[in-house]
């Protein structure tokens, strides 16, 4: 019999991203050489790393009053005055906190915060020299601003500098090198340049795991960053090798039932599909499935999607029968979290017929379609435009019935 609707195809559901916080409202430019905007509304940033820092209100009287400030500081003590420095690399800085809430393609702020460090950049050459620390940490903020403002190519050349000054002059692995490392393999990523973006990162992973403690947050995350880099670029073989070394952490670190384990599994599972290996990836979606339903609970959301994945692997090797509860159990759970009559939950309606069809079980498929067929006429009304499809399709498994 034709599927209903259509034949799900093998590509696996995932759930979709979170959608994005509201963007903050971009506050005017502040008055001064590049603008002139009215004030707005005070950005609360919280400047600093600690909890107790008190929140700065970056608002453009204050950006215009630090302006004027360094304008008399530069009279005054000279442009090139070792407190001069500080004082334009803070205002550098306060525009770049800026222009991190600017809306996409606004550069305005970014490029007076490179003009700035440029300035900087020339009196740090001259004075301390190309690989003094402050002259590198400049190249590494001017490399930051440009790929904040979506400019990589123009942050490639800072950012190689500042990595290759401070491997001459420094610990090639000193954690600020490895630092200056993964924001140069961030550019390159983003240029397009990914061979050569990974290779980076991989010299950055290795040598975090040399130098910092077992389980380390830093290290789980340039794990990750690798991770995620060698998928993207279709390099399986390096992500499964990679993704078990970061089970085996999990596992020595938090423990096999831990979230971030099951969560690591159900991406290997999601590998081992890709490459069609369908008994691993079915084992390592059992395995996620039943660790997040013990922290989830059986009707989230997440759970759906995975009852789903691992249906579509037993699909796909030639056992409908046993996609049928999965399928079943993902309806249920999109039901309990979306409601019955929400596209989503239909959806997975949809799914569950066309399996119990496929695994000949045509009673079971009757009452689905049943179903089906009164959402959508609670949706739509007499008039929805695949009633008739559903009710031709309800008819031929009616013929099925014994």
Excluded at 22 to 32: H, Q, R, S
């Amino acid at each position: 019999m034709t599927a209903l609707f259509r034949k799900k195809g093998a590509s696996q559901d995932t759930p979709a991203d979170p959608p994005h916080p509201a963007e903050p409202g971009t506050a005017a430019e502040p008055g001064g050489p590049a603008g002139t905007a009215a004030p707005s509304e005070p950005l609360d940033l919280q400047l600093g790393e600690h909890h107790d820092t008190p929140v700065l209100h970056l608002t453009p009287d204050l950006m215009v009053r630090q302006q004027n400030e360094l304008a008399e500081m530069e009279r005054e003590l000279g442009p090139g005055h070792e407190d001069v420095l500080r004082a334009r690399h803070t205002h550098a800085m306060m525009l770049g906190n800026w222009a991190a809430v600017a809306p996409p393609g606004d550069t305005r702020m970014a490029d007076r915060e490179i003009a700035l460090l440029e300035v900087n950049l020339g009196y740090q050459e001259a004075s301390l020299g190309p690989d003094h620390l402050g002259t590198l940490r400049t190249c590494q903020s001017i490399g930051h601003a440009h790929l904040t403002a979506g400019r990589p190519r123009q942050a490639i050349p800072y950012l190689e500098r500042a990595l290759e000054g401070r491997e001459r002059g420094a610990d090639p692995d000193d954690e600020e090198t490895l630092t200056a490392r993964e924001k140069l393999s961030e550019a390159c990523a983003a240029a397009g340049m990914t061979d050569r973006a990974i290779t980076l990162l991989e010299e950055t992973a290795a040598a975090s795991e040399r130098l910092l403690p077992p389980g380390a947050e830093t290290v789980r995350d340039r794990k990750a960053k690798l991770f995620d880099a060698y998928r993207e670029a279709g390099r399986r073989a390096e992500a499964i090798a990679l993704c078990k070394e970061i089970i085996e952490d999990t596992e020595r670190f938090y423990g096999p039932h831990h979230l971030d384990t099951y969560t690591w599994v159900d991406n290997l599972a999601h590998l081992h599909h890709d490459e069609q290996d369908l008994d691993a990836a079915i084992a390592c979606y059992e395995r996620a499935i039943a660790g997040l339903e013990q922290i989830h609970g059986p009707d989230s959301e997440a759970l759906s999607y995975r009852y789903h994945n691992l249906a579509i692997a037993h699909l796909e090797d030639g056992r409908p029968d046993r996609a049928v509860p999965h399928l079943a159990a993902a309806h249920s759970a999109r039901e309990h979290t979306f409601g019955a009559d929400h596209g989503t939950t239909l959806d997975a309606l949809v799914d569950l017929i066309n399996a119990l069809d496929r695994a000949g079980r045509p009673t079971e498929a009757v009452e689905a379609t049943e179903r089906l067929l009164a959402a959508l006429l609670r949706v739509g009304g007499p008039d929805h435009p695949q009633l008739p499809e559903v009710r031709a399709y309800l008819e031929q498994l009616r013929r099925l019935l014994p």
